[in-house]
Structures are given as structure tokens and as C-alpha cells.
């Protein structure tokens, strides 16, 4: 995982994992790995990868099994609701770039539609 200077690694961290799971790559009820393996894996410190998870099971995404180790929760209601909420962001993001270069709502959308016609043929 490349890291941006400009951004805190927990967040980084944070952002990748629940993306993996609301995009269903970690499925309801994965074990994760432990936070000393997952520290060697991305290459942080592990009290940076324990703040991430902490984040993570307080928004709900993860629980801890207290002798086995975290999973992914298998709340579907959770998932849908954060995927909805971060798919908003990204949505609204989008708009808010688009205006910045001189594109309305309407023209953003054409936008969108042009390119997607280019894809599927």
C-alpha cells in the first residue's frame, strides 16, 4: 500500500479496509489478520493499525471475538449503510470538482453518460 504524506496512515488504513469490505471483498464473517500481522503487511507501527481497527468496529464494521481475534461483522443492514454513505461522498465529490473546472450539474452528468457509451461500445 502506497501511502499519502498528506493524509494520516490510520485514516489510509481505515478507508482501504472498509472499502474492502463494503465493496465485498471481505466478506461477513472473515477473520482478520492480527494487528501485529496486519502492521507487518502494510509496513506501519502496530499502535497505527490498532487505531484504525478500533475505528472500524466503532463505526460497526468489525467486532472482536475476545480469544480469536476480529471479523467482519455480519450486520448487512451496517455494510449497505456505509457503502451508501461513502458512495455519496464520492458522488458528491465528483460534483464538487467538476464545478471547479466550469461544470454545471447537468453538463457533469452529460459527462458521465458521454464516457459511459465509450465503455460499453
Do not use: C
Not at 479496509?17 to 477473520?31: A, F, N, W
Not at 456505509?82 to 460534483?95: G, I, M, S
Request: glycine share 4%; charged share 30%; aromatic share 10%.
Amino acid at each position: 500500500m502506497n501511502f499519502d504524506n498528506d493524509i494520516p496512515i490510520y485514516t489510509q488504513i481505515l478507508d482501504y479496509i472498509k472499502v474492502s469490505i463494503i465493496s465485498g471483498k471481505l466478506k461477513p464473517g472473515d477473520k482478520l489478520p492480527s494487528i501485529r500481522e496486519y502492521s507487518n503487511i502494510l509496513k506501519v507501527n502496530p499502535n497505527t493499525m490498532q487505531k484504525a481497527l478500533v475505528e472500524l468496529e466503532w463505526l460497526g464494521l468489525i467486532y472482536t471475538e475476545r480469544t480469536s481475534g476480529k471479523y467482519v461483522t455480519k450486520n448487512k443492514k451496517t455494510i449497505d449503510r456505509l457503502r451508501k454513505e461513502y458512495a455519496d461522498r464520492v458522488v458528491n465529490d465528483f460534483f464538487v470538482k467538476m464545478r471547479k473546472i466550469g461544470l454545471n450539474d447537468e453538463n457533469a452528468l452529460d459527462y458521465i453518460h458521454r464516457r459511459n457509451e465509450k465503455w460499453v461500445n
